[in-house]
């Protein structure tokens, strides 16, 4: 695609609901970047993909966080039994290679009620 | 740790205005620095990326700076117009590192 596609574009989950994110990065990129952003703050880092590779996930806040990239495109972010502080706006970001320009999805609002 | 803060946190300006906004970070060992818009409910999109061998880097009516002696980077805006407005974010990748750490932005706000 033209871009890195995200979906859903919004997400309400119960407390407790399991929920998964997907990213489709654009083609050809290697390294695929998952982000959390805060109401009002800049987006913070959450793990790193190179290919299929899980290169970086020290930014994932807890062991409920999961992310995958099995084929080195698409990724998913799973989070288990989401709780209220988990409500934010998580952005993927890919690259051509690490350090080239990143380019962001529109993002996946996720509210837990 | 690197820390990226971004002044002012705020601007209202009007149309045609040249502006600056600021970014330092703490941490001087970067492999690169990105400037990014963010308008609301929407994602990022790249204005500017400087590799830590550059110093500058230019586009249209945008001209970034980088200083990593002194852990400063500028954005530039000439001729600001009431569509500049959006939330300007710059970001922070460390030399042998896959994070990036972002600044929290600053609200830009072209009166026309």
């Known amino acids: 695609g033209a871009g890195v596609s995200q979906s859903p574009r919004y997400k309400v989950a119960k407390r407790g609901q399991d929920v998964a994110l997907r990213c489709d990065p654009i083609s050809g990129h290697v390294s695929l970047f998952w982000y959390q952003q805060a109401l009002g703050q800049g987006p913070e880092f959450l793990t790193y993909f190179q290919n299929e590779a899980q290169l970086d996930k020290s930014g994932l806040p807890s062991d409920r966080f999961f992310a995958e990239r099995p084929e080195g495109s698409v990724s998913t972010l799973k989070i288990q039994r989401t709780q209220q502080e988990d409500s934010a706006v998580y952005l993927c970001a890919s690259s051509l290679e690490l350090g080239a320009e990143a380019f962001f999805g529109q993002g996946t609002r996720l509210t837990v009620v | 740790k690197q820390e990226v803060t971004q002044i002012p946190a705020a601007l209202s300006v009007p149309e045609g205005e040249n502006l600056v906004l600021n970014c330092s970070f703490t941490?001087?060992?970067?492999?690169?620095l990105q400037w990014f818009r963010q308008d609301p409910g929407k994602g990022l999109t790249s204005l500017l990326l400087i590799q830590s061998s550059q110093r500058e880097q230019t586009s249209g009516r945008l001209n970034a700076s980088l200083d990593k002696s002194s852990g400063r980077s500028t954005l530039y805006i000439a001729a600001s117009q009431p569509g500049d407005s959006a939330t300007y974010l710059c970001?922070?990748?460390?030399?042998?590192?896959?994070?990036?750490?972002f600044g929290a932005g600053t609200r830009l706000f072209v009166k026309a």
């Open positions: 970001a922070v990748r460390r030399t042998g590192g896959f994070k990036t750490i």
């Open positions: 941490d001087s060992a970067i492999y690169n």
